[in-house]
């Protein structure tokens, strides 16, 4: 079955809100990535972590690998913030899986 | 950032025929992947590679797939009869290992 489960699938938000996706894992992982993948099918690096948390700019990822879940935290969400969300985590000696990505749709 | 470069960026080509993706990952990576990703969707692992050699694969790596990286050239992705279902786009990545820089992506069409 699929180890990266990710929601919400879809999300809207009006400019200068702000929400949160999030990834669940079903089995321990050892390192988690977050990508946004722009409207020309771009995938930009957002965030690796190992552990913890780390922020830049608007944005924000937290990785519990104990209890197996990433979050990150979107705020004052811009219009060029529209994309999918993608996590992807790496576990055991696997290759990294993908969530099946998070549509986010940012009005004015 | 470290880039990657994925050559063709498009490519039509008829059902049965030979197809090579290329990908040119980051100079000091040692691992390579490739992902299919079919109409914006999920990307799906295929198949990573290390050392010369297929570390891990999935089940959508047919045996109709094969990678290789001859003399540290490009890192190719062969698909030798291609089928109406390989049509995507493949994304190739590479770590140095951690973390993962993807290409633009090779948009396949089949006809």
């Known amino acids: 079955g699929d180890q990266v489960e990710q929601s919400p699938s879809a999300l809207s938000l009006h400019e200068g809100t702000g929400s949160a996706l999030r990834c669940n894992f079903t089995t321990t992982m050892r390192a988690v990535q977050w990508f946004q993948q722009n409207s020309r099918g771009s995938l930009i690096n957002l965030f690796y972590?190992?552990?913890g948390t780390k922020e830049n700019g608007r944005l924000k990822s937290t990785f519990n690998s104990k209890e197996s879940y990433s979050t990150l935290h979107i705020r004052d969400a811009q219009l060029e913030d529209s994309g999918t969300y993608f996590c992807a985590a790496e576990g055991g000696n696997n290759a990294p899986r993908f969530g099946a990505g998070t549509k986010l749709s940012v009005k004015p | 950032g470290p880039k990657v470069l994925q050559i063709p960026s498009h490519q039509i080509i008829d059902m049965g025929q030979m197809v090579t993706l290329n990908c040119d990952p980051v100079?000091?990576?040692?691992?390579f992947y490739w992902y299919k990703q079919i109409l914006g969707q999920q990307m799906e692992f295929l198949v990573n590679?290390?050392?010369?050699?297929?570390?891990?694969k999935s089940k959508l790596f047919k045996d109709q797939f094969s990678v290789e990286r001859p003399d540290g050239s490009y890192f190719t992705l062969k698909i030798q009869p291609t089928a109406l279902e390989d049509s995507a786009v493949y994304f190739c990545a590479s770590s140095y290992p951690g973390q993962l820089y993807f290409g633009e992506g090779s948009k396949l069409t089949v006809l």
């Open positions: 590679f290390y050392n010369g050699k297929v570390m891990e």
């Open positions: 100079s000091n990576h040692l691992y």
């Open positions: 972590l190992a552990s």
